[in-house]
C-alpha cells in the first residue's frame, strides 16, 4: 500500500507535519513498516479548505491531524491484509 502525503504549502498549513508524524507512529504501532510505503509530495493540485491531502493508493482523502487515527483506522488498518 503506498500513502502519500501533500506536504505543499496549503496543506501544511492545515497540519500536514502532525498528520505525517502520527502517521508513521500508527504504521510502526502496528507492525505494518513492510506493507506501506509512505511517501510526501508536494501540492497534489487538491487544496482544499477541509484538510491535508493523503493519497492512499490512487484514492485521494482529507484528513486533519485530529482526525489522523480513525483515518488510520477506517482506509489504511482495515484495508491491510
Ligand atoms: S498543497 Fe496539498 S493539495 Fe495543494
Given at each position: 500500500m503506498k500513502i502519500t502525503i501533500c506536504i505543499g504549502s496549503a496543506c501544511h498549513l492545515k497540519g500536514s507535519k502532525r498528520v505525517v508524524n502520527r502517521l508513521q507512529e500508527l504504521v510502526a504501532e502496528n507492525g505494518l513498516s513492510d506493507k506501506a510505503e509512505m511517501n510526501g509530495a508536494f501540492c497534489?493540485?487538491?487544496?482544499?479548505?477541509?484538510g491535508v491531502r493523503v493519497m492512499v493508493d490512487d484514492k485521494i482523502f482529507s484528513v486533519l491531524p485530529e482526525n489522523v487515527d480513525e483515518f488510520f483506522k477506517d482506509e489504511i488498518l482495515s484495508k491491510m491484509n
Open positions: 497534489m493540485k487538491k487544496c482544499g479548505e477541509d
